[in-house]
T-cell receptor
Framework: DVKVTQSSRYLVKRTGEKVFLECVQDMDHENMFWYRQDPGLGLRLIYFSYDVKMKEKGDIPEGYSVSREKKERFSLILESASTNQTSMYLC?????????????????FGSGTRLTVV | QKEVEQDPGPLSVPEGAIVSLNCTYSNSAFQYFMWYRQYSRKGPELLMYTYSSGNKEDGRFTAQVDKSSKYISLFIRDSQPSDSATYLCAMIQGSRLTFGEGTQLTVNP
C-alpha cells in the first residue's frame, strides 16, 4: 500500500522554537506539497517542490521554509514558531505530470500533523 | 475573492437522504475538477474527478460540472453514516490543485 508518512501526529512547541515537520513518500513521486488546513480557510498551499533541491512558494510561504535533499523526503521548517502557526499541516505528493493522457493523478495525502504552538 | 468557493456547512442529513455539495470557481483555466473526502483525523483522499461539463457517476456518487456557470456539484444518493466526512472540491491548473474550504457532512442513522 503506497503511502505518504508524516513523522508526527501531534506536536506541541513553544513560541520561538525552530520546528521541523518531516514527510516521506514511497511512490517515487516527483511533486511534493505542504498545506496547512484551518477551519473556515480550507487547505492553503505553503510550499511545493517539483524535484530534488527545487522549491516554489505557494500562497502562504511567510514564516516557513522547506528542504528537499532526497526525492522521497520533503521537510517543512518553521524558523521561529508563532501561535498563529498553530494548525493542521498536511503533506501530499503526486506524479508528474499530474495530467497525462486524460488520466488524473490525484494527490496522495499524509494523515497530517496537528501542531500547537504555545 | 477566492478562486474556489464552497458552502462550508455543516450539513446534517438522515440516512438515505440525497446530499448535494456545491462549489463555484472564478478561474476559467481550471482543467479538471475533483472531489476529495476527508475522514476525521485523516488526510483527504481522492473520491472522483471529471473534466468536461456534464455528469459522471460512480456508484452512489455523481459529479456534475457546468463550465458555463463555473459551478460543480457532488451528489450522494442513499447516504450512509459511513459517508460522514468533510468533502473538499479541488481544481487543477497545470500540476497545482486549488481546494475549496470543505463541507462537513454528518449522516445520522
Amino acid at each position: 500500500d503506497v503511502k505518504v508518512t508524516q513523522s508526527s501526529r501531534y506536536l506541541v512547541k513553544r513560541t520561538g522554537e525552530k520546528v521541523f515537520l518531516e514527510c516521506v513518500q514511497d511512490m517515487d513521486h516527483e511533486n511534493m506539497f505542504w498545506y496547512r488546513q484551518d477551519p473556515g480557510l480550507g487547505l492553503r498551499l505553503i510550499y511545493f517542490s517539483y524535484d530534488v533541491k527545487m522549491k516554489e512558494k505557494g500562497d502562504i510561504p511567510e514564516g516557513y521554509s522547506v528542504s528537499r535533499e532526497k526525492k522521497e523526503r520533503f521537510s517543512l521548517i518553521l524558523e521561529s514558531a508563532s501561535t498563529n502557526q498553530t494548525s493542521m499541516y498536511l503533506c501530499a505528493s503526486s506524479s508528474r505530470p499530474a495530467l497525462l493522457a486524460g488520466l488524473v493523478y490525484g494527490y496522495t495525502f499524509g494523515s497530517g500533523t496537528r501542531l500547537t504552538v504555545v | 475573492q477566492k478562486e474556489v468557493e464552497q458552502d462550508p456547512g455543516p450539513l446534517s442529513v438522515p440516512e438515505g437522504a440525497i446530499v448535494s455539495l456545491n462549489c463555484t470557481y472564478s478561474n476559467s483555466a481550471f482543467q479538471y475538477f475533483m472531489w476529495y473526502r476527508q475522514y476525521s483525523r485523516k488526510g483527504p483522499e481522492l473520491l472522483m474527478y471529471t473534466y468536461s461539463s456534464g455528469n459522471k457517476e460512480d456508484g452512489r456518487f455523481t459529479a456534475q460540472v457546468d463550465k458555463s456557470s463555473k459551478y460543480i456539484s457532488l451528489f450522494i444518493r442513499d447516504s450512509q453514516p459511513s459517508d460522514s466526512a468533510t468533502y473538499l472540491c479541488a481544481m487543477i491548473q497545470g500540476s497545482r490543485l486549488t481546494f475549496g474550504e470543505g463541507t462537513q457532512l454528518t449522516v445520522n442513522p
